[in-house]
């Protein structure tokens, strides 16, 4: 069965960081794309990144492009997502997500979720 557990999140004031971690587990992830969407109250869920495991090739959303870096470690079956400089306009529930046969944004396409991590940037 496979999981994906967020951790990392929590409140800190503008201008900070967070780092995001996800841990991946349940099957061999080598082919998959790993991505990282946020979801603010009232609003539609939003592509933040996405990593493919094999080669690490990254893909941002342009409003988090040169803040946020995603990687992963292989051998420890996580992907992160270091987030700087955040913004009130960051603040959001954060989810992982696994697509088998896709990268790119489009949440509808990913197979796998985790449960989300709140993530807090006051003002």
């Known amino acids: 069965q496979v999981q994906l557990v967020e951790s990392g999140g929590g409140l800190v004031q503008a201008g900070g960081s967070l780092r995001l971690s996800c841990a991946a587990s349940?099957?061999?992830?080598?082919?998959?794309?790993m991505g990282w969407f946020r979801q603010a109250p009232g609003k539609e869920r939003e592509f933040v990144a996405a990593?493919?495991?094999?080669?690490?090739?990254?893909y941002y959303a342009d409003s988090v492009k040169g803040r946020f870096t995603i990687s992963r470690d292989n051998a420890k079956n996580t992907v992160y997502l270091q987030m700087n400089s955040l913004k009130p306009e960051d603040t959001a529930v954060y989810y992982c997500?696994?697509?088998?046969?896709?990268?790119?944004?489009?949440?509808?396409?990913?197979?796998?979720w985790g449960q989300g991590t709140q993530v807090t940037v006051s003002s």
């Open positions: 997500a696994a697509a088998a046969h896709y990268y790119g944004s489009s949440w509808s396409e990913y197979d796998y």
């Open positions: 349940g099957r061999t992830f080598s082919g998959y794309a």
């Open positions: 990593i493919t495991w094999s080669i690490g090739r990254r």
